[in-house]
């Protein structure tokens, strides 16, 4: 094997750890953002229904800063 071959295989061995863990990454980062949104979305629900800033903090496990940043319609 000449070390061409060798660099090129190297390489691309390279390029593929790369590539699967970018992948990896990038679909955990869409899942926790996908949970998150779904997490607001119970949370407007609950407002909606008027439950108490408290009781909507401790269900969703949102702080009571983002319960309030939800109410005002800054999230």
Known sequence: MTWTVKMT???????EEGFDEGFTAGREDGLQQGAYQKT???????????????????????????????????E
């Not at 295989?9 to 390029?15: E, I, L, V």
């Not at 408290?54 to 269900?59: C, H, T």
């Open 9 to 15: 295989d190297a390489r691309y061995d390279g390029y």
């Open 40 to 74: 607001l979305e119970m949370a407007r629900k609950l407002i909606a229904r008027g439950d108490s800033l408290e009781e909507i903090a401790d269900i969703s496990g949102l702080s009571m800063y983002q319960v309030q940043s939800l109410i005002s319609g800054l």
